[in-house]
């Protein structure tokens, strides 16, 4: 209408649903890949995406992107000129997202790319649902600790705003991630590229444990953009999706062993899975943990002095064991499904006597990752 007053409102922003989402394989799978573009849009995904459809191993992923507006300057929507959403409202968004559109999928996959990385992790935070969802998650650049240049420019746009250093929305973040994300039960990833000086390595790495810090080629956007299988960027992706899954079961007194356990199957590219319920409770048996077994590649027993003790009796540890050994027995004797892993000179208990183990007291934790990536369990 001529003559019709704009109304121009800088101060409350509105927030924008995002766009429609990308399907880029749908083969009525249970499990999806999704990925959460930064800053530099959904298109710089692109070569990735091209790479993921084609390498061999993943083939039978669906494969989707979720999108939202992330420009960098106000823009008019039905003539009011408004800011791009925050993280916090592209979170809860992506959150609902996953909720209603991929409900139908028994394991999510995430990839976030700069800012879609701290979307994913603020939607990890938040959501029980997708937390319960997701089996690996992988960020690449994504600055948790924060980009000082921001600052400068905090006022042009929400975004910016929570990605600057010390932003309400990193703070918060980082105080929740130091509760919650300690042992996910997910396996991730946490990646930095060699010539990133928009996000540089420390803001990408934050705190996170070294066992899941990874390093590629490239900068803040070329990192994702490989345009050969062979490239290191792709093999990262493939190795966490197709990675052994393992399962670890002890109990509570051997924990700090274990975790040591953990870490270096995590650095050998395994996907080791504990019950961190288990933790805190020790005596609650839930079909999560059953899942968890029926869906591992391999069933690692640790077996000491106090474990052995535990088996003499009832409890989660007990009903683990056994579970194990039955679906061993599903398996086939060649599956090599059970593995004891002695941590003390212990005899091996009647039911697991039958099956190939690796003594930790006299070897390592490298060399029991060495040991199940050549499927020779029992050291010479």
């Not at 429609?20 to 890949?33: E, F, P």
């Not at 989707?64 to 300057?73: G, I, K, L, P, R």
């Not at 996910?184 to 000086?197: K, L, Q």
């Not at 490239?231 to 002890?250: D, H, M, Q, T």
């Amino acid at each position: 209408m001529i003559g019709a007053r704009l109304s121009i409102n800088l101060h409350q922003p509105i927030p924008i649903p995002p766009r429609n989402r990308m399907k880029y394989r749908d083969l009525a799978s249970d499990s999806a890949i999704v990925l959460v573009h930064g800053f530099a849009g959904d298109k710089a995904w692109q070569p990735m995406i091209d790479q993921l459809l084609e390498h061999p191993n993943l083939t039978s992923w669906d494969i989707d992107s979720f999108q939202y507006v992330s420009s960098w300057m106000p823009r008019w929507l039905r003539y009011r000129l408004v800011w791009s959403p925050s993280l916090t409202n592209i979170a809860d968004s992506f959150s609902t997202y996953c909720m209603s559109t991929l409900n139908r999928y028994k394991h999510l996959s995430l990839l976030g790319h700069s800012a879609g990385g701290l979307i994913i992790e603020r939607a990890l935070m938040d959501s029980e649902w997708l937390r319960n969802r997701v089996r690996h998650v992988a960020l690449f650049g994504a600055p948790t600790g924060g980009v000082r240049a921001a600052r400068r420019l905090a006022f042009l746009n929400p975004q910016l705003r929570d990605v600057a250093a010390e932003s309400t929305f990193l703070r918060t973040l980082q105080a929740d991630l130091s509760r919650q994300w300690k042992d996910p039960t997910f396996a991730w990833r946490i990646v930095a590229a060699v010539d990133d000086v928009t996000v540089l390595r420390e803001s990408v790495f934050y705190d996170f444990p070294r066992a899941v810090r990874r390093t590629v080629p490239g900068d803040h956007v070329t990192m994702i953009q490989p345009t050969r299988q062979d490239e290191p960027v792709v093999g990262l992706v493939a190795n966490l999706l197709c990675s052994p899954r393992l399962f670890l079961s002890y109990v509570r007194e051997d924990e700090a062993i274990v975790k040591d356990v953990f870490a270096t199957l995590v650095r050998h590219e395994f996907t080791p899975w504990i019950d961190q319920g288990k933790l805190v409770a020790g005596d609650v048996w839930d079909s999560k943990i059953l899942e968890a077994l029926r869906e591992s590649d391999r069933f690692l027993v640790f077996l000491s002095a106090h474990a052995i003790a535990k088996l003499s009796g009832e409890g989660v540890f007990r009903h683990e064991v056994d579970t194990a050994v039955a679906l061993q027995k599903e398996r086939g004797a060649q599956s090599a499904f059970v593995v004891p892993v002695r941590l003390e000179d212990v005899p091996l208990p009647q039911d697991l006597a039958s099956f190939q183990w690796y003594d930790l007291f006299t070897g390592s934790a490298e060399g029991l990752a060495k040991a199940l990536e050549a499927s020779t369990l029992k050291p010479e």
